[in-house]
């Protein structure tokens, strides 16, 4: 399918602060470039970088009723902290508003925020360039984590979920319980490969 990348970013001007514009147009930068780099489809990760973020500035509020409106699935911790099921709804308008029926770039919207177990190349790109983009600067790794994502996609994806988590659980505030799940899965992996080195050398 044929996406109009102009009319995207000019929706998207309208629907987002300045802010949430700037940060947008940065994510769909740095996930082009980490899609050239780690082979996959240049526009596909452009087009889940403009619309990650798409029902983000949708107070907290609307969200919930448009979710309940549209019988989008949501957690207790959904509920209770409403600014968390922007990804789901930005998932629901990318198909519904920005006619977008590629089911890896909609995965890619909606797994943003939580990660998964097993992601596709596009999801982990998004994932990743959402928190390395430019306008980022408070991470601790965040330099570290910036090389490694043009490297190692995998080892990208278990550095930020370890400090994200450890960063939620010192705050102690709620987090889905996919990104655990993420966590373990990505942590494991970087133990095969690391066990495969050893083996080889």
Do not use: W
């Not at 526009?43 to 107070?59: F, N, Q, S, T």
């Not at 409106?69 to 922007?86: A, F, G, Q, V, W």
């Not at 601790?140 to 450890?166: G, K, N, P, Q, W």
């Amino acid at each position: 399918m044929q996406y109009n990348i102009d009319k995207m970013k000019q929706q998207l001007k309208r629907k987002l602060d300045s802010e949430r514009y700037e940060h947008t147009i940065s994510v769909a930068y740095i996930a082009a470039a980490l899609a050239m780099r780690h082979d996959c489809d240049i526009k596909k990760a452009e087009v889940a970088g403009l619309l990650h973020d798409c029902a983000k500035c949708i107070p907290d509020d609307t969200k919930l009723n448009k979710c309940l409106k549209y019988h989008i699935s949501i957690t207790d911790i959904e509920r209770r902290n409403p600014y968390l099921l922007h990804n789901k709804l930005g998932a629901f308008l990318a198909m519904n508003k920005y006619h977008v029926d590629d089911k890896d770039i909609i995965n890619a919207i909606l797994y943003h925020t939580t990660a998964r177990p097993a992601m596709s190349i596009l999801e982990k790109i998004i994932y990743i360039a959402d928190y390395i983009e430019p306008g980022r600067t408070k991470a601790e790794r965040l330099d570290e984590i910036r090389h490694i994502s043009f490297v190692d996609l995998d080892l990208a994806m278990y550095m930020i979920l370890t400090d994200t988590l450890e960063y939620l659980k010192k705050k102690q505030r709620e987090y889905d319980p996919m990104s655990e799940k993420a966590f373990t899965y990505y942590m494991a992996l970087k133990q095969e490969k690391e066990n495969l080195l050893k083996k080889e050398n």
